[in-house]
């Protein structure tokens, strides 16, 4: 996938300001799509070029006036036609998984500060997660109605808080393991 069409997708759920598309990647597309500020400008500005976005002027008091961007056709009909090719199925290079196998042949000590940390980050990210999922989806205070864009919005938040909690039950399995190598090579 290009930057492009993560950019498209965003747009389409919200036009708005380059900073706003920004800020939104930081808060969810940011969690499978990464991007810095300085590339989605980038890449927004070669959109504009390509016409797959229109931009207007939006005066501010104060400030600079900031450019709106939303989707031109041209952008629509590259998104459509990126969605209907292929997809490969990705390899899996998971530098974690090696260090676990290599820790065969060295004390397994340092990774399991390494294996606590990781199991730290997707424990956060997972906390995020269903925040994300009770303010916009589920709780009390969410947004009534369904449609299209917020089913498939929700059903990809499922899939990430499906995924971090696979990775937390399999980084527990992991701690076991090298907990138990470890006492056993220590005599304790």
Request: glycine content about 6%; hydrophobic content about 40%.
């Amino acid at each position: 996938m290009a930057l492009e069409h993560a950019i498209l997708v965003s747009l389409l759920e919200k036009p708005g300001s380059g900073y706003e598309l920004a800020r939104r990647f930081d808060r969810s597309i940011g969690y499978f799509w990464t991007a810095t500020h300085q590339q989605i400008y980038r890449v927004l500005k070669r959109m504009e070029s390509e016409g797959w976005v229109a931009v207007r002027e939006v005066a501010q008091q104060g400030r600079p006036d900031k450019k709106h961007y939303s989707v031109a056709e041209a952008g629509r009909a590259a998104l459509a036609e990126w969605l209907h090719e292929p997809i490969e199925p990705e390899s899996v290079r998971h530098d974690l998984a090696v260090k676990i196998r290599g820790a065969a042949f060295d004390d397994p000590s340092a990774l399991i500060r390494q294996v606590e940390r990781y199991r730290q980050v997707h424990s956060e990210r997972l906390a995020h997660y269903l925040a994300g999922q009770s303010r916009d989806f589920t709780g009390p205070d969410a947004p009534q109605g369904t449609d299209a864009m917020r089913e498939l919005q929700h059903v990809v938040l499922r899939g990430g808080i499906a995924y971090e909690r696979m990775t937390l039950d399999w980084l527990e399995d992991v701690l076991a393991t090298l907990r138990r190598i470890q006492a056993a090579r220590t005599g304790r």
